[in-house]
């Protein structure tokens, strides 16, 4: 089956890329380091290095808010932050792809007469994770509540479960925001575990959270999220994976 590429979501700390991009690649590379020695019958002996990975994007410039690409990218430009694309759509449960990434690139203006275009790029300092997501960004949240449950699985020891929060938008009076990843062993969740718990935002921004290593046998996952202040109304999406 073949994918065209219409609704691609591309979420960048506390930015949704999505309307003003036109195109997103994701790359991964582990190095390969020589290990021949004899007896290897002529056969070149390799094995993994370092890892490593990048996303690029290009798209039509916009500026004037906090949310659009050019002021985005020259506040994040040199900073490490939560990066999340998702190849189709954003709703709970799509495929995403996430990462903890330096904003290492940003490139602006062409012609006379041209839309005026932007490219730009990350470059990891975390894994690249295949994962999904665990809430979509398109809903406001202006209470405290929980999440879909989504089944990822058992996480053996040595695997970690990774997740990026993109606070998108922030309304109220003293508004706050905590946001936090729960396990269990069922889909009801009766007793769910904290497994990962985002520091209070009070603005648009995002965090990127692992475990650390150790074995966890639930299978069930969501996210929870408490809100306080006066009026408030969160925009968020959070994308969750196990590598």
């Not at 690409?69 to 900073?79: F, K």
């Not at 005026?116 to 999904?132: E, H």
């Amino acid at each position: 089956m073949s994918l065209v590429l219409t609704n691609v979501r591309a979420f960048a700390i506390g930015a949704d890329l999505t309307g003003s991009s036109s195109k997103v690649e994701l790359s991964g590379e582990v190095e390969e380091k020589d290990v021949t020695t004899y007896g290897t019958s002529g056969w070149k002996g390799v094995i993994g290095g370092l890892g490593a990975a990048e996303i690029a994007g290009e798209g039509f410039w916009e500026a004037g808010d906090p949310g659009l690409v050019d002021d985005a990218s020259w506040a994040q430009l040199g900073g490490v932050g939560p990066w999340t694309i998702c190849p189709d759509t954003a709703a709970v449960g799509s495929l995403a792809y996430l990462t903890r990434a330096l904003r290492s690139n940003y490139q602006l203006g062409g012609a006379v007469g041209d839309v005026a275009p932007w490219t730009g790029s990350a470059k990891s300092c975390w894994p690249l994770v295949r994962g999904q997501i665990g809430h979509p960004p398109g809903t406001a949240r202006t209470a405290t509540g929980s999440g879909t449950v989504l089944n990822l699985g058992a996480i053996p020891a040595g695997k970690r479960l990774y997740a990026a929060l993109h606070v998108l938008s922030v309304a109220g009076t003293t508004p706050s925001l905590t946001v936090s990843v729960e396990s269990d062993d069922a889909v009801g969740m009766a007793t769910p575990t904290t497994r990962l718990s985002f520091d209070a935002a009070t603005a648009a921004g995002g965090q990127a959270l692992r475990t650390d290593a150790s074995a966890i046998t639930d299978t069930h996952y969501r996210v929870a999220w408490s809100v306080s202040g006066t009026t408030p109304s969160f925009m968020f999406a959070v994308s969750l994976g196990i590598r």
